[in-house]
């Protein structure tokens, strides 16, 4: 069955489907994107996935090419199309299409919109969760904004090769000041001895992540301690736990950083705990089914 993409207006195959080489999006990196976990069937916290999309579209004065609820019935649509019932649903909006330069395109130019879906293989997170993954850590080049999801990511696609080329699934950035930003393309998280955890505040340093939040939320529920601050590497390296969590990745165990094992080498029973509780804890919107 060939994939189908949404492209403005249409549902194509991929091999149909394109944009135009004057892009913003594809000439700029002058576009927003946001990716969502699809989960049995259903798009997981849509509504907070589209609250960010709103906040990143006003940051860069962007306009929703279609209606909010047309959006949300667009990723419906795709998702089913793709008959995916475990996977990733991938939405982008650029500034549109114009001649290059630099200053925004003259008022009315339509902003591109592309939605795409595929599939997981669920053996691939079953094992990062009962194994846990190893990170390794790059200093932080990115640009001042990286609060506003943007598909400019040069700095973290040369930061998760590097994670790849050494054998780790993921590249914790760190700051001038020897502190965990966060990763190449997830939160990071550790757990002190105190079974607390911390996590650095959402400030214009790291994407406020959707998962962030609804672990965040699950935790306090359940009576856990979450510290917002930042940490630093070394802390990092004598945590109790560490885990990673993200649309793609849900939450991953971390047990090594760099050459430093972290407890035991094994998933922690906080990170773990968390991991198998996390669907039943997040908003979970229907989708059409096929
Ligand atoms: N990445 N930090 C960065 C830099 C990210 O790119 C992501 C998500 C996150 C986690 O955010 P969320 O929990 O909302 O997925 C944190 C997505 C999955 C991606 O680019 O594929």
Not at 22 to 29: I, K, S, V, W
Not at 56 to 66: F, K, M, Q, T
Not at 89 to 118: C, E, H, W
Not at 199 to 220: C, E, H, Q, S, V
Request: hydrophobic share 40%; proline share 5%; with cysteine.
């Amino acid at each position: 069955m060939s994939r189908i993409a949404y492209v403005n207006g249409r549902y194509l195959p991929h091999a149909e489907a394109n944009v135009h080489i004057e892009d913003r999006g594809f000439q700029f990196a002058d576009s927003v994107y946001e990716v969502c976990e699809v989960w049995r069937g259903s798009i997981v916290d849509m509504t907070r996935h589209l609250d960010r999309l709103k906040r990143s579209l006003g940051e860069l004065s962007i306009a929703w090419p279609v209606s909010r609820r047309a959006l949300e019935a667009i990723l419906r649509e795709v998702v089913s199309r793709n008959r995916v019932t475990n996977g990733l649903v991938y939405l982008q909006i650029t500034r549109g299409v114009a001649r290059r330069d630099f200053n925004f395109p003259k008022p009315g130019t339509m902003p591109t919109l592309v939605v795409t879906s595929r599939s997981i293989n669920p053996a691939v997170p079953k094992k990062s969760t009962e194994d846990g993954v190893r990170v390794i850590t790059t200093p932080d080049i990115r640009w001042g904004r990286v609060d506003i999801k943007t598909t400019g990511m040069t700095a973290q696609v040369l930061a998760k090769e590097t994670a790849v080329r050494a054998g780790a699934k993921e590249a914790w950035m760190v700051d001038r000041d020897d502190r965990i930003t966060e990763g190449s393309s997830s939160t990071a998280w550790i757990i002190d001895g105190e079974g607390t955890l911390i996590t650095r505040p959402t400030d214009m340093n790291i994407l406020p992540g959707i998962t962030r939040m609804a672990i965040m939320d699950y935790a306090k529920a359940n009576g856990m301690k979450v510290e917002e601050r930042p940490f630093t590497l070394e802390e990092a390296r004598g945590a109790r736990e560490a885990f990673i969590t993200s649309a793609s990745a849900t939450l991953t165990p971390v047990v090594q950083i760099d050459d430093f094992v972290i407890g035991n080498g094994k998933p922690g029973s906080i990170a773990s705990g968390m991991r198998a509780a996390f669907h039943d804890g997040v908003e979970k919107l229907p989708v059409r089914h096929y």
